[in-house]
């Protein structure tokens, strides 16, 4: 099993910055990508970025040009870092791995993120 330990959420005014970092610990051997989704309260969990061991990135078009997600495959991190945060960016954030010899994705417990206007 792998275990994520998240941090670095908060309230911020909008067009502020936040980083969120996750720490992995556990079965990391066979991790392919880590990233961050975030989900609103009624809504599907989506996609906020990931990345992978080769750092090849991926972005949601509405984070894209704002929010910069970076590994340390030494120290088995991932961190966003949030600029110019929206009040639509408001949301829990996630950490998340995928485990590719298993097929499994794991969960951080969530960090909540709040914009204000």
């Known amino acids: 099993q792998v275990q994520l330990v998240e941090s670095g959420g908060g309230l911020v005014q909008a067009g502020g910055s936040l980083r969120l970092s996750c720490a992995a610990s556990?079965?990391?051997?066979?991790?392919?990508?880590m990233g961050w989704y975030r989900q609103a309260p009624g809504k599907q969990r989506e996609l906020v970025a990931d990345?992978?061991?080769?750092?090849?990135?991926n972005y949601a078009d509405s984070v894209k040009g704002r929010f910069t997600i970076s590994r340390d495959n030494a120290k088995n991190t991932v961190s966003l870092q949030m600029n110019n945060l929206k009040p639509e960016d408001t949301d829990v954030y996630y950490c998340?791995?995928?485990?590719?010899?298993?097929?499994?994705?794991?969960w951080g417990q969530g960090i909540q993120v709040t914009v204000s206007s």
């Open positions: 556990g079965r990391i051997f066979s991790i392919r990508s």
């Open positions: 998340t791995v995928y485990d590719a010899l298993l097929d499994r994705r794991s």
């Open positions: 990345i992978t061991r080769s750092d090849s990135t």
